[in-house]
């Protein structure tokens, strides 16, 4: 896709799939289901057989092993001015943090910040392990997401959307729904109005955020979300925000309400 969506005649392709869609535009009214609960599919449903099969098949846990495995170890791992591990103030991570990858983004109390599991995670290990950082879509990071989506895999992706969620909810729908880009496609018309169509060899998927990180084959190593948005934007010719910007996390916040109970996938394989 990658390569695809670099070449002039695949953006001459999506034009075309994008004047196809002028009159099917509708603006949704705040908080409407454009694709009903009981449609939602997981992008495994629309990948080729080949990446279905690797994801389905047991041997394919070897592929993203190296990072759950690093996660693990990186859990147990004693670091910074606490002198603790993970493990220390967390204790197992199956119990621990059992659910909490289905609940984010959601509003950070102390910050009243929208965070991600990834901020979360960046914001102990800043906060309470008194440990330098990682870095946004650092190999640390994306271990340790995955570790700590481990331990809610299959559990339904259910995220608040009221109190101080809401204003977010409601900027990332507006994104969600905004027609951007030399290209001037919205997420909308992809995702939600031309699932299950062909763009070349790929058939576009509902856009759903629930296998994140993933293992990328074109890239042969793990991705997050954030990543795989960022390069939604660029397909379509758009600005991209700088990586960690509250748009993105915005958009994440719609994305994971408009996933709600899809079960998490982990761990996840895309092409
Ligand atoms: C030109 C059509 C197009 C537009 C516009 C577009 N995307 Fe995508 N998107 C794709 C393609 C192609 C893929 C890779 C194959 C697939 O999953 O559909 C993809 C993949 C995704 C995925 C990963 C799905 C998975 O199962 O791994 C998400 C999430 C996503 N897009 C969200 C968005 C959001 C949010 C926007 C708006 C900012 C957007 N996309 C705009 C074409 C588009
Ligand atoms: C010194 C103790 C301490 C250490 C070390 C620590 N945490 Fe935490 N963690 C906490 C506390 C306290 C909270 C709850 C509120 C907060 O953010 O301060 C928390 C919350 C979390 C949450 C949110 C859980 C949920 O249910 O929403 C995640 C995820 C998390 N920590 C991951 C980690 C990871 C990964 C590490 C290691 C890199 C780590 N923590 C290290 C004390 C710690």
Same mark, same amino acid.
């Not at 990658?2 to 994008?18: F, Q, Y």
């Given at each position: 896709?990658?390569?695809?969506?670099?070449?002039?005649?695949?953006?001459?392709?999506?034009?075309?799939?994008?004047?196809?869609l002028g009159g099917l535009f509708n603006s949704a009214s705040a908080q409407q289901r454009n694709i009903p609960l009981d449609q939602l599919k997981s992008g495994l449903a629309y990948s080729s057989d080949e990446v279905?099969?690797?994801?389905?098949?047991?041997?394919?846990s070897s592929l993203s092993a190296h990072g759950i495995?690093?996660?693990?170890?990186?859990? *147990?791992?004693?670091?910074?001015?606490?002198? *603790?591990?993970?493990?220390?103030?967390?204790?197992?991570?199956?119990?621990?943090?059992?659910?909490?990858?289905?609940?984010?983004?959601?509003?950070? #109390?102390?910050?009243?910040k929208l965070f991600n599991l990834?901020?979360?995670?960046?914001?102990?290990?800043? #906060?309470?392990? #008194?440990?330098?950082?990682?870095?946004?879509?650092?190999d640390e990071l994306l271990a340790m997401s995955l570790h700590v989506n481990t331990a809610s895999k299959g559990m339904p992706i259910k995220v608040k959307i009221d109190g101080p969620a809401k204003q977010h909810f409601d900027a990332g729908?507006?994104?969600?729904?905004?027609?951007?880009?030399?290209?001037?496609?919205?997420?909308?018309?992809?995702?939600?109005?031309?699932?299950?169509?062909?763009?070349?060899?790929?058939k576009l998927s509902q856009g759903q955020p629930n296998a994140y990180p993933i293992y990328r084959l074109d890239w042969?190593?793990?991705?997050?979300?954030?990543?795989?948005?960022?390069?939604?934007?660029?397909?379509?010719?758009?600005?991209v925000p700088a990586w960690g910007h509250v748009d993105m996390r915005n958009i994440e916040l719609y994305l994971k309400w408009?996933?709600?109970?899809?079960?998490l996938e982990v761990p996840a394989v895309r092409k």
């Open positions: 896709m990658k390569r695809l969506l670099n070449s002039p005649l695949a953006s001459t392709a999506i034009m075309v799939l994008g004047l196809s279905r099969g690797l994801q389905l098949d047991d041997d394919f495995d690093k996660g693990a170890q990186l859990w *147990k791992q004693v670091a910074g001015n606490s002198n *603790k591990s993970c493990e220390s103030c967390h204790g197992d991570v199956t119990e621990s943090m059992k659910g909490a990858s289905t609940r984010y983004p959601a509003i950070d #109390k102390a910050t009243r990834e901020d979360r995670i960046r914001s102990c290990r800043q #906060k309470n392990q #008194k440990a330098p950082n990682w870095a946004l879509e650092s729908e507006k994104l969600y729904m905004a027609r951007q880009g030399q290209l001037n496609l919205s997420c909308t018309q992809c995702h939600d109005q031309q699932y299950g169509r062909r763009l070349f060899n790929d042969q190593y793990l991705a997050s979300l954030e990543r795989r948005l960022r390069f939604c934007y660029s397909s379509v010719r758009a600005e408009r996933a709600e109970g899809l079960p």
